[in-house]
C-alpha cells in the first residue's frame, strides 16, 4: 500500500465516521417523531424538519464547556475520546465491499471487538471521574453491564467464526450464504440484543437513565463533550449494524451489480439501524435484575448452543 493510498483511506474513513452517524441521528429524529407524535423535530428548516441535527449541533457548540471542581479533571476530560476513538478503530476494519476497508488486518474480527469493548469504558471513566453520586451510579451500572454483555457477544462472534473458518471480515462475508440466515439464527439474535445493551441504548439504558439518575455517567457533562458522548453512541449503532450486516446479511451479496456491493452493504446495515431505533421507541426499560437475567439465563446459554449447533454442521459439512 502507498502513502497515497493509506492517506486516501484513512481520509474516507475519517468521512464515513462523521458522517454515518449523523445521519442515524437524523433518522432516529425521525422515527421517533412519527412513532411517539412529537411535531418538535419536524419544524427546523422547513421541510420535515431536516435541519432538526444542525440545530442540535448549534445549541451544543453554545454551551459553556465546565469542569466540576472536585472531579479528576484528567479522566473527566479524556473519557468522551475513549468512548468516540474506539469506535473510529472499528469502523476503519468493517469492508463493505471486497477490498474497500481503511484497514484490512486478517483478525479484523478481533481488532473490532477489542475496539468497541474499550469504547464502553468511556462511561465508566466519566461516572467515577465526575465527583457526582448519580455519575457515580451509572459508571458503575455500566460496568455490570459490560461485563454481563460482552461475553454473548463474543459466543455469537466466536460461532460465525467457526462457521465461516477465519477471524476476516471479508472472508467471512465471501463464505457467506444463505444457509446462514437459518443456520446462524440464534447467534443473530444474541448479537443483536447484546449489542443494544453494550451500547446502553433503551431499554438498557440503565447507566443513563434520567429518570432514576438525571444523567447518570453524563450528568456532570456539558457543550461539546456532552455532544461527543451522544455521537459515540450514534458511532456505536453504525459499527454494531454493520457488522451484523456483514456477518449475518451477507455484506455486499445481493441483487445489485458487483459494483455498487458497498451500496447493498451500508442499505443492510442502515435497516438494522432502523430495528435498533425501534427498540428504543417500543420497549420500556429493563429493571437491573431483568438486565442480568437476561444476559445470563437467556442469552449466554443460547449463544451456548449456537456454537454446539455451529460446531456439529463443521463437522457435518454443512
Known amino acids: 500500500m502507498t502513502l497515497l493510498e493509506a492517506v486516501l483511506r484513512a481520509v474516507a474513513a475519517l ?25 418538535g423535530p419536524m ?5 420535515h424538519g431536516w435541519a432538526q441535527l444542525v440545530a442540535d449541533g448549534v445549541k451544543f457548540l453554545q454551551k459553556e464547556d465546565i469542569t466540576p471542581r472536585a472531579a479528576d479533571r484528567w479522566v473527566f476530560r479524556l473519557a468522551p475520546a475513549v468512548a468516540l476513538v474506539p469506535y473510529l478503530v472499528a469502523l476503519a476494519t468493517v469492508p463493505v465491499h471486497p477490498g474497500v476497508a481503511a484497514v484490512d ?28 453520586k448519580y455519575s457515580l451510579i451509572g459508571g458503575l ?14 459466543l455469537a462472534l466466536a460461532s460465525i467464526a467457526l462457521a ?4 476476516s471480515l471479508v472472508v467471512l462475508a465471501d463464505r457467506w450464504t444463505p444457509l446462514w440466515l437459518l443456520w446462524q439464527l440464534p447467534g443473530a439474535v444474541v448479537f443483536l440484543v447484546a449489542a443494544v445493551a453494550e451500547l446502553q441504548r433503551p431499554p438498557f439504558d440503565m447507566p443513563v437513565a434520567d429518570a432514576e439518575l438525571v444523567m447518570g455517567a453524563w450528568t456532570e ?10 455521537l459515540s453512541e450514534y458511532a456505536g449503532i453504525v459499527v454494531m449494524s454493520l457488522l451484523f450486516s456483514v456477518l449475518w446479511l451477507g455484506g455486499w451479496h445481493g441483487p445489485l451489480p458487483d459494483a455498487l456491493g458497498w451500496l447493498w452493504t451500508l442499505l443492510k446495515g442502515f435497516a438494522v439501524a432502523l430495528v435498533v431505533i425501534w427498540v428504543r421507541v417500543a ?5 437491573e435484575d431483568q438486565l442480568q437475567r437476561l444476559a445470563w439465563l437467556w442469552l449466554v446459554p443460547l449463544a451456548l448452543l449456537q456454537l454446539l449447533l455451529t460446531g456439529a454442521g463443521v463437522v457435518l459439512g454443512w
Request: glycine letters at 12%; hydrophobic letters at 55%.
Open 15 to 39: 468521512a464515513a465516521f462523521l458522517v454515518l452517524p449523523l445521519l442515524v441521528g437524523q433518522a432516529e429524529h425521525k422515527v421517533m417523531a412519527h412513532m411517539q407524535g412529537r411535531l
Open 43 to 47: 419544524y427546523a428548516g422547513g421541510f
Open 105 to 132: 488486518v486478517p483478525g479484523s474480527l478481533v481488532l473490532v471487538l477489542a475496539a468497541t469493548s474499550v469504547g464502553a469504558l468511556g462511561t465508566l471513566m466519566a461516572g467515577w471521574s465526575s465527583a457526582n
Open 141 to 154: 451500572r455500566a460496568a455490570a453491564q459490560l461485563v454481563s454483555y460482552e461475553l454473548p457477544i463474543v
Open 164 to 167: 465461516g473458518g477465519s477471524l
Open 221 to 230: 457533562y456539558t457543550g461539546l463533550r456532552f455532544a461527543f458522548f451522544l
Open 283 to 287: 420497549w420500556p426499560r429493563l429493571r
